[in-house]
């Protein structure tokens, strides 16, 4: 069965960074779109960032949430079938349970998340807290 599992959240200060990690299992990350949403107490599930891999032209491209455009960056190991999400310059808002989500490649465009309703899959999620 498709599993994604997720690791690398912890807790750190204003201004840090983590990289978190997802491991797909199941099926092959270059045939679907990955992404990464995020919840906070008290808020709904939000896009962060996606990858969509172009196969023929051997290209990705990635969107992003504007908050965190220019400090987070997508990015994926096709041979350890892996997506990352490098996060810098973290700030307390950041502050959410993150999850990986996989969807067919045709929900991830250039200027919009998938709706959590079209994902496919689920990571289990890792906590990320930013303390100021």
């Known amino acids: 069965q498709v599993q994604l599992v997720e690791a690398g959240g912890g807790s750190v200060q204003a201004g840090g960074s983590l990289r978190l990690s997802c491991a797909a299992f199941?099926?092959?990350?270059?045939?679907?779109?990955m992404g990464w949403f995020r919840q906070a107490p008290g808020k709904e599930r939000e896009g962060v960032a996606t990858?969509?891999?172009?196969?023929?032209?051997?290209?990705?491209?990635?969107y992003y949430d504007d908050s965190v455009k220019g400090r987070f960056t997508i990015s994926q190991d096709n041979l350890k079938n892996t997506v990352y999400l490098q996060m810098n310059s973290l700030k307390p808002e950041d502050t959410a349970m993150y999850y990986c989500a996989q969807t067919d490649r045709r929900f991830c465009t250039l200027d919009s998340f998938p709706r959590p309703s079209e994902v496919h899959y689920w990571g289990q999620g890792t906590q990320v807290t930013v303390s100021p």
């Open positions: 990858i969509r891999p172009e196969v023929y032209a051997g290209i990705t491209f990635e």
């Open positions: 199941g099926y092959a990350i270059t045939s679907t779109c």
